[in-house]
T-cell receptor, first 111, second 116 residues
Framework: SQQGEEDPQALSIQEGENATMNCSYKTSINNLQWYRQNSGRGLVHLILIRSNEREKHSGRLRVTLDTSKKSSSLLITASRAADTASYFC???????????FGQGTTLQVKP | GAVVSQHPSRVICKSGTSVKIECRSLDFQATTMFWYRQFPKQSLMLMATSNEGSKATYEQGVEKDKFLINHASLTLSTLTVTSAHPEDSSFYIC????????????FGPGTRLLVL
């Protein structure tokens, strides 16, 4: 089942601008992960944030997690045309290793 | 980082035939692999969990007799779409868990299936 909802569904920005994507989930989690998918390709793992963490950075990526609101955000700063892709959040289901994916945000960065 | 491959990357078949898709972990052992299906412009839907040496666990609504999963070794899981129909056309993606880093799944590049 899909428990994550992401907004916006689509985002179009100019190169150099920041892009913010949000994800909400329904159940308790151990961690939340963000993935990137270029059109027609597999997924690339971007960042993992644990339930006891509130913010995490990796290069131009900044992820926040609010477990009280069951939501997370992904911020990409100083976007580049190469950042054009779909971005998905995923939450783990218990200790099964299963990932439940959000609906995704399609990001277009115009040069 | 860990590498997962899928073969074939793209397959076109006639309705009624069976198609086998392979998922391999190239540089690590994966006791658990997952199979996902992704329709155009949609998210990934988990189909089943593949465990080495035991039967796969299927998600609700996924027909186990139609989507046969075999995980015969620590580096290979196969998904066979039996008696494929046009509605089975989709992007099938596998992922593998590296026991050394159990929180992170490594995804294969996907297999595009088109059933005519």
């Amino acid at each position: 089942s899909q428990q994550g909802e992401e907004d916006p569904q689509a985002l179009s920005i100019q190169e150099g601008e920041n892009a913010t994507m949000n994800c909400s989930y329904k159940t308790s989690i151990n961690n939340l992960q963000w993935y990137r998918q270029n059109s027609g390709r597999g997924l690339v793992h971007l960042i993992l944030i644990r339930s006891n963490e509130r913010e995490k950075h990796s290069g131009r990526l900044r992820v926040t997690l609010d477990t009280s609101k069951k939501s997370s955000s992904l911020l990409i700063t100083a976007s580049r045309a190469a950042d054009t892709a779909s971005y998905f959040c995923a939450t783990d289901e218990g200790n099964t290793g299963k990932l439940i994916f959000g609906q995704g945000t399609t990001l277009q960065v115009k040069p | 980082g860990a590498v997962v491959s899928q073969h074939p990357s793209r397959v076109i078949c006639k309705s009624g035939t069976s198609v086998k898709i392979e998922c391999r972990s190239l540089d690590f052992q994966a006791t658990t692999m997952f199979w996902y299906r992704q329709f155009p412009k949609q998210s990934l839907m988990l189909m089943a969990t593949s465990n080495e040496g035991s039967k796969a666990t299927y998600e609700q609504g996924v027909e186990k007799d139609k989507f046969l999963i075999n995980h015969a070794s620590l580096t290979l899981s196969t998904l066979t779409v039996t008696s494929a129909h046009p509605e089975d056309s989709s992007f099938y993606i596998c992922s593998a868990l590296d026991l050394r880093r159990p929180e992170t799944q490594y995804f294969g590049p996907g297999t595009r299936l088109l059933v005519l």
